[in-house]
């Protein structure tokens, strides 16, 4: 059974840092694109930035030279650091497995999030 479980959401202030972690179980995943999308209250999802299975890492204009997409397949974690965050990034944040257009067409896909706060 494939499991995404996300963690290290919380508050923090405009210009602060935190990184959110997601744990894969159930499949091979160094094999598999990792995504994060993130879904504001009364807004739709976007995505936020992907890790091929090559390392190779893509992000939103909105997010771009603030946060950074990693993994450790030998730990089967990706993790997305959010540095400068503002109010903006506000949202609950999801880890999934897939490229973009998968993922974003896909929900069940999905983890179950992790809230993220910013806030002075």
């Known amino acids: 059974q494939i499991q995404l479980v996300e963690s290290g959401g919380g508050m923090v202030q405009p210009g602060g840092s935190l990184r959110l972690s997601c744990v894969a179980v159930?499949?091979?995943?160094?094999?598999?694109?990792m995504t994060w999308v993130r879904q504001a209250p009364g807004k739709g999802p976007e995505w936020v930035s992907t890790?091929?299975?090559?390392?190779?890492?893509f992000y939103a204009d909105a997010v771009k030279g603030r946060f950074t997409i990693s993994r450790d397949n030998a730990k089967n974690t990706v993790y997305l650091q959010m540095n400068n965050p503002t109010p903006e990034d506000t949202a609950q944040y999801y880890c999934?497995?897939?490229?973009?257009?998968?993922?974003?067409?896909?929900?069940?896909?999905w983890g179950q999030g992790t809230q993220v706060t910013v806030s002075s």
């Open positions: 999934a497995r897939g490229s973009r257009a998968i993922v974003m067409m896909n929900k069940a896909s």
């Open positions: 159930g499949f091979t995943f160094s094999n598999y694109d």
């Open positions: 890790i091929n299975a090559g390392f190779v890492t």
